[in-house]
């Protein structure tokens, strides 16, 4: 008898329910008393602290106000800590989304640098993935920091693209807020300044 195999499950955008479900502040609803979310950093984390915020754009320039972020980075010595624990100073693993004035944030701290699997030095970088309705499969891109043109410049992976004016998508701008340092990354979905995505 032949094997009977099921179809797959048609793809659905992420829609509003990533806020209700994973962003419940961002919702306007009462926070769990364990949640993943945008403080991968507390204050006795070791490392530059800083604070990363951007908006989300629309292929019209319209803000997204309910898209939903993942952040994955190395800590400041350039290694990745697997093991998330909300009791830890720093986890590589954080989760955000913009609220109704079509802002993200996160706490966090300047990752170090990491090697790829050839073993060349990355320059600084947070690996950000991207959730929003009207997206079947979320979105991966890089946030790498204005501060560090020269681990840019030889940086393997912005390398990767032709265009050196699409690298400049990638790149985070310093700032300050409230007396904090700072850097702003905006994400443009489509677009003439859509941001580079990474397959994977």
Partial sequence: MPVQLLPETPSQTAGPYVHIGLALEAAGNPPREQEIW?????????????????HVYDGNGH?????????????????????????KPFNSFGRTATTDVGEWTINTIKPGVVKNAAGVPMASHVNVA???????????TRLYFDDEPQANAVDPVLNLIEQPARRETLIAKRCTVDGKLAYRFDIHIQGEAETVFFDF
């Fill in 38 to 54: 945008n403080e991968m950093a507390k204050p006795g984390a070791p490392g530059e602290h800083i604070l990363l915020l951007g």
């Fill in 130 to 140: 991207l959730f929003a309705r009207g997206i079947n499969i979320h979105l991966h």
């Fill in 63 to 87: 803000l997204v106000r309910d898209a939903f972020l993942e952040l994955w980075q190395a800590n400041h010595d350039g290694v990745y800590d697997t093991d998330y624990d909300l009791d």
